[in-house]
């Protein structure tokens, strides 16, 4: 049996989610644009997923526009916004963070070499963001500031709300990249995030199939698509939608926002995946619990081992250990022939030799770095699978040692 314990790589479909898709493959498969019977029911589910992403993240519906992804999200929230700038040969700033996933980074250092100033804020040593360099940072031509909400790597939860106020007060537009911060903390932009403009999440980190994402748009924020076509989305990206991931998508956020309320979500899982389900976490305490419980024993069992990020707020499925003189990239390897999932840096970067950038740009040394791989648990993760984690992973470990 394996363990997965990858699940900020992504998260298997749950049988709701893939249950609710089912009949958009070869039943009512009609085009959502089409005036036809057919069209109009697949429209209809469109729109019904469209509502629940929009109750997930307390906003109107008219301001979710479906994507393939976190990475098309993060581009077109970045494009969107510094394209016509570009265009009309205007000056623009763009303050930004060295922790953002290279969805947004990489966008940033390409719209840098056209002409965009870009900022790269470093945060402090526990992967956090201080609201104060944002401030700092500002220019009267600073049209955009994008800070993630959770880091991916480290679980890291940034001060979005504080720091969406201060750029608001400037006059400038504000994204975050929400992709691994999306059911599984609370996300309000009516509330704590009202002064949040742009929003990115993706479904497969969220129990929905590859593929899928929205991007929030706040009404009145004007934004050049990336793509062009059709009037698809309110004219924001031309396309014919992805029916099946964006009903997929639509449940899952429905099942996240119950979890997030800690309701009980097992309505229509065959007995089995129930099962797992079930013993799986309930609510966010409970995998908050899990995920402390498995982190707390592995410092205990493993000499030299710490925690990356351990002084910040932080997603309650993430670790990031710390393991000074082991290959963390080696180690990941041997895990793996074992039977369990773990990640070294961020899943997008791993084959890659580079040290992670958001380690080092916490002051991490490349070696430490190096010595540092990521543990992520799924609302899905047993205690059984931490369980056999607490056997698997220290004995993994002290091998390492005997032979380095
Ligand atoms: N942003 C963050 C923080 C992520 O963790 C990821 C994926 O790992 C992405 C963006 C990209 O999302 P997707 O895989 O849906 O393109």
């Known amino acids: 049996m394996r363990i997965d314990l990858d699940a900020n790589a992504t998260t298997?479909?749950?049988?709701?989610?893939?249950?609710?898709?089912?009949?958009?493959?070869?039943?009512?498969?009609?085009?959502?644009?089409?005036?036809?019977?057919?069209?109009?029911?697949?429209?209809?589910?469109?729109?019904?997923?469209?509502?629940?992403?929009?109750?997930?993240?307390?906003?109107?519906?008219?301001?979710?526009c479906f994507t393939s992804g976190g990475t098309e999200s993060d581009n077109l929230a970045l494009a969107g916004v510094l394209q016509p700038f570009l265009d009309r040969h205007e000056p623009a700033h763009l303050i930004t963070t060295q922790i953002e996933h290279h969805a947004v980074l990489f966008a940033a250092e390409s719209f840098e070499r056209r002409g965009i100033e870009v900022t790269y804020l470093k945060p402090d040593s526990n992967g956090v963001v201080r609201p104060e360099d944002v401030e700092a940072a500002l220019r009267p031509h600073t049209k955009l500031v994008s800070v993630m909400l959770a880091n991916n790597e480290t679980g890291a939860i940034q001060p979005v709300g504080k720091i969406a106020r201060i750029a608001k007060a400037h006059g400038a537009l504000v994204h975050t990249d929400a992709v691994q911060g999306a059911g599984k903390v609370p996300l309000d932009l009516s509330g704590e995030f009202k002064n949040v403009d742009l929003l990115s999440i993706s479904g497969h980190k969220m129990y929905a199939p590859q593929g899928t994402g929205a991007l929030f748009v706040r009404q009145g924020v004007e934004l050049a698509p990336l793509f062009l076509g059709g009037p698809h989305e309110r004219q924001r990206r031309a396309g014919t939608e992805n029916v099946p991931g964006i009903v997929g998508l639509g449940r899952a956020a429905e099942i996240a926002l119950a979890w997030l309320e800690g309701q009980n979500h097992h309505l229509l899982a065959s007995p089995s995946e129930a099962d797992r389900e079930i013993s799986g976490s309930q609510s966010p305490a409970e995998l908050t619990a899990r995920r402390n419980h498995l982190e707390k024993r592995l410092l205990a069992l493993i000499p030299e081992a710490t925690v990356n990020a351990a002084g910040a707020p932080r997603v309650s499925n993430t670790i990031n250990l710390r393991i000074d003189n082991v290959d963390g990239e080696a180690l990941m390897i041997a895990l793996d022939l074992q039977g369990i999932a773990a990640s070294f840096g961020s899943a997008c970067t791993s084959g890659a030799a580079e040290p992670s950038h958001v380690l080092v740009a916490m002051g991490l040394t490349p070696k430490q770095a190096h010595s540092s791989f990521r543990l992520s648990l799924s609302r899905l993760t047993t205690d059984d699978e931490i369980a056999q984690a607490l056997e698997i992973i220290p004995a993994a470990v002290a091998r390492f040692r005997s032979v380095v």
Request: glycine share 6%; proline share 9%.
């Open 12 to 64: 298997p479909v749950l049988p709701e989610v893939l249950q609710a898709m089912q009949p958009f493959w070869r039943e009512t498969y009609g085009n959502p644009s089409s005036a036809h019977q057919s069209g109009r029911r697949t429209r209809g589910a469109v729109e019904q997923a469209r509502i629940a992403v929009a109750s997930l993240l307390h906003c109107s519906p008219k301001e979710i």
